[in-house]
């Protein structure tokens, strides 16, 4: 039952990321609470309604944004609530997805956190919402413009919500290299306009071969590959931008020339987590359709098979998996 202010949802879908997996395996502990329930890319039909919560009816769809923001920090007060210091997560520290039903606690409904989904929307779309305002984030950060040539390095779920992200912001062409043919057939069906085997061609020439000699307006980078930081670099024209969105080695150092930033005068940025403004943006975008989620969801496993959608994910089979409760 919910407490006042509080909300019950019967999940509709969890979809599964790396991190769940490294959480699973004890590799992830830091803001994880032990035996905290896993899940933070979820959505579900609001169950139970405690006293004073207004807007939702039983029976909504609604999306969950994982991360609850203090909203008294310095980041929160300066518009960066994404990089909360006194966050707390869904499935990290507060219960997660990962099961029948979920605890929406106040807190999360008192500071925006959960959103309604448009009529129409899928579960397991909603439940994508986490990783497209994450995406949508960076991109506000490497800010692509009408007509540019966007560079997107790695072609697994990320890499696929960017190019389709650079799709809906009017990138004219958009460069996926990959490792795997799989991955690049379904990059260009979403959007991508060339696509490459990363064993098989230079990159900063296969680019510079496509955009007359000068090189990508923005390179992202999708995989946490410390070589391909110095590449991305080389890949972009003078005034380009050059977005580190995957997460790296612990510990390790990439080996960049930094001549390249100086001379080239490039744009460096990174991309991670999202506020509550991206997250509202993600949710609106799947429910019209704009950004096809969809297309990302290849396998689906019951609630009670959690422990082998976890080792699916991680042997790398499909692009995203789902855990949906009968």
């Keep these: ?41 979820f959505s579900g039909y609001v169950h139970d309604i405690g006293d004073g919560v207004e807007g939702y009816e039983e029976g909504d769809l609604v999306g969950v944004m994982p991360t609850v ?6 980041y929160c007060e300066n518009h960066l609530e994404h990089m909360c210091v006194d966050a707390k997560l869904y499935g990290y520290w507060i219960d997660g997805g ?5 605890l929406i606690t106040a ?45 997107i390095m790695g072609a697994g779920p990320i890499g696929l919500l960017h190019t389709m992200v650079n799709k809906h912001r009017g990138a004219s062409q958009i460069i996926v290299i990959n ?6 057939e379904t990059a260009r069906e979403l959007g991508a306009t060339h696509t490459a085997l990363s064993g098989e061609v230079n990159i900063p020439e296969y680019v510079k071969d496509i955009t ?29 931008r050059v977005n580190a969105f995957a997460g790296f080695p612990k510990g390790q150092m990439a080996s960049i020339d930094p001549n390249l930033i100086h001379y080239n005068e490039l744009t460096v940025t990174g991309g991670s987590n999202m506020g509550r403004n991206n997250y509202r943006k993600a949710v609106q975008l799947i429910g019209e359709g704009a950004i096809n989620v969809g ?18 994910v991680t042997a790398g089979k499909g692009i995203k998996t789902a855990v949906v409760p009968e």
């Design 295 to 312: 297309a990302l969801h290849t396998d689906t496993f019951k609630l009670e098979d959690t422990a082998a959608a976890l080792d699916h």
């Design 179 to 184: 490792r795997s043919e799989g991955r690049l």
């Design 1 to 41: 039952m919910a407490g006042p202010g509080e909300m019950v949802l019967k999940v509709g879908a969890n979809t599964v990321c790396g991190t769940d997996g490294r959480i699973f395996r004890g590799e992830k502990t830091a803001g994880v609470r032990p035996g905290v329930i896993m899940g933070h890319e």
């Design 212 to 240: 007359g000699g000068l090189g990508a307006h923005v390179a992202v980078q999708c995989i946490g590959n410390l070589d391909l930081f110095q590449t991305a670099l080389q890949s972009v024209r003078n005034g380009g």
């Design 98 to 102: 990962l099961a029948d039903y979920v």
């Design 107 to 151: 807190e999360s409904i008192q500071r925006g956190a959960i959103v309604k989904a448009l009529p129409g929307s899928k579960p397991e779309a909603v439940a994508l919402a986490e990783p497209l305002g994450c995406v949508l984030n960076g991109a506000d950060n490497y800010k692509t413009n009408i007509g540019d040539t966007v560079l």
């Design 69 to 74: 923001p203090c909203l008294r920090c310095y």
